[in-house]
Structure formats: structure tokens, C-alpha cells
């Protein structure tokens, strides 16, 4: 039984032989491209937001609590606004930052520090509240006022100035202020400015609160149409009759609002799967309706100067990716990079998979070709053996024909291939049979030569010396 065990129907030791560095090597690049063709999203990001009671802060916590749903830990980083996080996106301190339209999101200049867009999000108007004696119906009313217009980090003082610009006043004119809005809202209140502009979408706590205080007034840009044609980056709102109370009809009247664009931008080298979370994350946040915006009308891939990253464009034209339709963002994001892998192996195994069998034919077959090498060493022998002694040498080469035979029948080989096992011993029966033949010549040959005699000459057989 333990003989038949010998035959099998293939050698998995040689198979695994013969497959495994193969397999190896396949593996090794595969995870070689799993890792540097698409690297596994990280688990920690960082939002630039903006001032304390701003607009950005709020959303941003609504982003933090999105991403965590996925198991991403957003890290949100306060800071004056709009013109500091577009410094921190060039610096690389952030990977991802709200950033208001206007003259510093040129698309060159978007272009050059390596940022992409995620598409615009909402309006952000300029509110310019002033307490209620204040009589400013014009921008050029603001003369001689004191104005407090924000930290230069915020780009609202660069945007006012191009507002004062056009309505020819001289910011020289006005006592400019740069405290934060929580601090300017403060002395506006307590009388010690006379206006405070900064800008913030409506769900900002600071526009709701301001909105609904006894003693002060929104301004009205009556002409916010023109500046719209002046200002390409900005676009005409209207804050309706009502909308903050009805019941108490706040405001009291339309207002003409001007307003840039707030924008998701990120660093371009931000991994495209978070790309895809925070744009659906934009899109729940941001689409429902609100004060100046209809249903699905943001997150938009229009209003932005800078590039819209690839994955959003396609967010926008088709909708969050199938896989994470229907599953967690992790396994999803998984099975997306299997398509790596899967052209990896197609790449591999194609050329591979044709040196493998014959590989492993080699090693079978090898395993029964070594030994005629020892048959023809064995037969060199018997060729180089000398005529006296020569049965001495066939004797030996005997014996070993007989171990040689016995570490053959050892052999465990595949059914496949027992042609060439018998084959082999066919060819040591051979080898024994001409030592065997060469023996017996030499036996025969010893028996046919006279014996000579002591003075030379020849005694003939049977005679007595």
C-alpha cells in the first residue's frame, strides 16, 4: 500500500515549489500597487474654519459630525477667515479650508498653489450693521464714520475697499477698526463704533442676533445690481420682507444684499475618496433651502475661480459613487481599490502563468533524469575498467546498479508522469544486463587461456607437471 501511496495524481510539495515564488512575487507587487497607486484614506483631516460665531465655525461642526459617521476625525482649526486659511491651504498646515470668491481665488493663482474646489456652498452677503441714528443711505455717507471692517485675514476689508473704491471714497476718510466680530459687535453695541461690516451666511449667530436688536440697522445696497456687474465674484441677494420673524415682520422691509460665494477648497493632493465624502457631506448640509438660496441649488460646481477637483465634478454630473450608495464608505472604498489589484494580477499572471507548468514538469521530470547521470557514470567505468580485475569493477558496479535501483523505487512521482519512472528502470535492468554481459566475457575468457609452465613452455590440459 505504502508503494502505491508513491503514485499520485500530482505532487502538491512540487506544486507549491514551483508556484510559490510566483505567487510570492505576485503578492509583493500587488501590495506594492495597493499601496502606491492608491493609498488607503487617511483617518485624521483638517478644516481651516473661521471666526468664533461665524458661519464657517457652524458648518464646520456639521462637517466634523458627517466625516464621524465614516470614521474620519475632522480637526477644526479656527481662524480670521476667508484670506488666512487660503494661506494655510499654500502652506500646507490644512488640508482642506472654507475660502470666500473674490479677487484672491483667481484660477491662475489656484492653479499655481496646487488647490482645487469642491464647488461653492452658499451666499455669504455683506451685512453692514450700523446703530440706528447713524444717517447712511449711500457708501459715501460713511464718511467721517468709524467702521470696523475686520482682521485683514477675513478678506472683507479688501472686498469693502473695492466697494469704497467704486462709490469714490478714500478709506482714508473713514476710522477704520480690524477687531474680530464678536469683539466688534461688542462696542457696536455699546456705542463706541458707529458700523461694523463683515461677511457671514445667514445661519451665523451674529447675524441672527444683530438682525433682531432694537437700535440697529441693516444697510440696503439699492444699486447691488451694479455691483454685480463691477464686481463679477459677487452676486445680488435679497434678504425678504419677514424672513427672520413673520410674526413680527423682521426685517420690515426687502434688503439688496451683495455676495460672494463661500467655497470648499483643498489641497489637490487631498485622496479623492475623502474628496467624495466631504462633497456629499456639501450636499446634505448645504442643499436644503434657505434665505437666498432654492432647493438643490448648492453645493454647485458654478461661482468658484478655482478648479473643481475631478471626483466632485463627477459628484456633480452623476451623483456619489455607486458602491457607496449601497454600503459603508470603508468597504466601498475597499472594493474600488480591488480594481488595482485585479489589473495588477491580469498583468502578472498572463506571462506567469506559462512559465509555471513547465516549471513544474521540470522539477517532476528532473527528479528521474538525475539518475542517468549515475547510469552513464557507471557505464564510463565499466568502458575504463582494465582487463585484470575487470570482475572485480563489474562486481561493484553491480551493487551499485542495485542501490541506485533501490533509491528509484523511493520515488513518489504523479501518475503523469510514470512513463518515465519505468522508463528508468528499464534503463538500470539495461545497464545491469551489459555489466552482467561484460562479466561473463571476462569469465568465459579466463577459462579459455592455457596455463604456462614453469621453463616456458606449454603443458597440455590434464597432464600431470
Same mark, same amino acid.
Given at each position: 500500500m505504502s508503494n502505491i501511496r508513491k503514485f499520485t495524481r500530482f505532487s502538491f510539495p512540487d506544486l507549491v515549489a514551483a508556484t510559490g515564488p510566483t505567487v510570492i512575487l505576485i503578492a509583493a507587487l500587488c501590495a506594492l500597487a495597493y499601496v502606491m497607486v492608491d493609498p488607503t484614506p487617511p483617518r485624521q483631516v483638517s478644516l481651516a474654519t473661521g471666526q468664533e460665531n461665524s458661519a464657517y465655525e457652524e458648518f464646520g461642526k456639521k462637517y466634523a459630525a $458627517? /466625516? $464621524?459617521?465614516?470614521?474620519?476625525? #475632522?480637526? /477644526? !482649526?479656527?481662524? /480670521?477667515?476667508? !484670506?488666512e486659511n487660503l494661506e494655510r491651504l499654500k502652506d500646507g498646515t490644512v488640508d482642506i479650508a472654507f475660502v470666500q470668491s473674490g479677487g484672491s481665488t483667481e484660477q491662475a493663482g489656484g492653479e499655481r498653489k496646487g488647490l482645487v474646489s469642491l464647488g461653492s456652498l452658499f451666499t455669504e452677503p455683506v451685512w453692514l450693521f450700523m446703530r440706528e441714528p447713524v444717517a447712511v443711505t449711500h457708501i459715501a455717507d460713511l464718511k467721517g464714520k468709524r467702521i470696523n471692517l475686520g482682521p485683514e485675514g477675513t478678506g472683507v476689508p479688501k472686498l469693502f475697499r473695492q466697494v469704497l473704491e467704486l462709490n469714490g471714497v478714500d478709506p482714508g476718510t473713514l476710522i477704520i477698526g480690524g477687531l474680530e466680530n464678536t469683539p466688534a459687535t461688542v462696542e457696536l453695541l455699546e456705542g463706541r463704533i458707529d458700523a461694523l461690516v463683515f461677511s457671514s451666511g445667514p445661519e451665523a449667530l451674529l447675524v441672527q442676533m444683530l438682525l433682531q436688536t432694537p437700535g440697529i440697522k441693516l444697510f440696503d445696497f439699492s444699486q447691488a445690481e451694479a455691483y454685480t456687474r463691477r464686481m463679477p465674484f459677487v452676486s445680488h441677494v435679497v434678504l425678504p420682507r419677514g424672513i427672520v420673524d413673520v410674526g413680527r415682520d423682521l426685517p420690515a422691509q426687502d434688503y439688496h444684499l451683495i455676495a460672494p460665494t463661500a467655497t470648499l477648497v483643498a489641497r489637490d493632493d487631498l485622496h479623492p475618496a475623502l474628496v467624495d465624502l466631504f462633497v456629499q457631506a456639501a450636499s446634505s448640509i448645504h442643499g436644503a433651502p434657505g434665505w437666498f438660496q432654492q432647493q438643490g441649488q448648492f453645493p454647485s460646481p458654478k461661482f468658484t475661480e478655482i478648479p473643481v477637483a475631478r471626483e466632485a465634478q463627477k459628484f456633480y454630473k452623476d451623483g456619489p459613487p455607486l458602491l457607496q450608495r449601497y454600503m459603508s464608505f470603508w468597504m466601498a472604498n475597499l472594493l474600488d481599490r480591488?480594481?488595482? /489589484? #485585479? #489589473? *495588477?494580477l491580469a498583468a502578472l499572471w498572463i506571462p506567469l502563468s506559462k512559465v509555471v507548468p513547465p516549471l513544474y514538469v521540470w522539477r517532476i521530470r528532473s527528479r528521474v533524469y538525475r539518475w542517468y547521470g549515475q547510469l552513464r557514470t557507471v557505464e564510463q567505468e565499466l568502458d575504463a575498467a582494465p582487463h585484470e580485475g575487470k570482475a572485480q569493477v563489474c562486481a561493484a558496479l553491480l551493487k551499485r546498479l542495485d542501490e541506485i535501483e533501490d533509491r528509484v523505487n523511493q520515488i513518489s512521482i504523479p501518475l503523469a508522469f510514470a512513463d518515465a519512472l519505468y522508463g528508468l528502470r528499464s534503463h538500470i535492468n539495461f545497464v545491469r544486463q551489459r555489466v552482467r554481459h561484460a562479466m561473463n566475457v571476462e569469465g568465459r575468457g579466463k577459462e579459455a587461456r592455457p596455463e604456462v609452465a614453469a621453463d616456458g613452455g606449454? *603443458? $597440455?590440459p590434464g597432464a600431470a607437471v
Open positions: $458627517a /466625516l $464621524a459617521k465614516h470614521g474620519i476625525k #475632522v480637526t /477644526l !482649526q479656527p481662524s /480670521l477667515g476667508s !484670506q480591488m480594481w488595482v /489589484l #485585479v #489589473v *495588477a606449454t *603443458a $597440455a
